[in-house]
């Protein structure tokens, strides 16, 4: 995993030089329309488990948190200047970003409890 996460930092060069600072999509659309449809799933499944007092919400929740980032980063990044970068960043300020740190702190919270057991140092 190390040596992929170095892999892929050193890889990012490649699109960091080479990728136009502008490209046509043509699901566009659809990207987007998928991209919520999975946060509205990620937040219902989470809601439906905390309900349920179901530990896998931790699952569901970190999932969605990571959903909600990015779609405020894609959202921000993707706007034009003005009333669409205005509205961008009033969306992210206002419900993804305070709904993904919502997610995470219950997906920390929830996550099982190891016990921990402590054992005294030895001595040389």
């Known amino acids: 995993m190390v040596c992929c996460g170095v ?23 659809a990207l987007w329309v998928g991209l919520d449809a999975l946060e ?3 937040l219902t499944a989470t809601g439906i488990l905390l309900l ?11 999932a969605t948190a990571a959903l ?8 921000v990044l993707t706007s034009l200047p003005g009333n669409e970068l205005a509205t961008a960043l009033a969306m ?14 219950l997906a920390v919270r929830s996550l099982p409890r190891q016990e921990v057991r402590h054992r005294a140092p030895s001595l040389p």
Do not use: K, N
């Not at 892999?7 to 566009?28: D, E, G, R």
């Not at 992210?92 to 702190?105: M, R, W, Y």
């Open 7 to 29: 892999a892929l930092v050193l890889w990012l060069l490649v699109p960091a030089t080479s990728l136009p600072t502008v490209a046509q999509v043509p699901h566009w659309s």
């Open 40 to 42: 509205a799933l990620g």
């Open 52 to 62: 349920r007092r179901d530990p896998r919400r931790c699952l569901t929740a970190a």
């Open 68 to 75: 909600l980032v990015v779609d405020a980063w894609f959202d």
């Open 92 to 105: 992210a300020v206002g419900a993804e970003l305070p709904l993904a740190t919502l997610c995470a702190v």
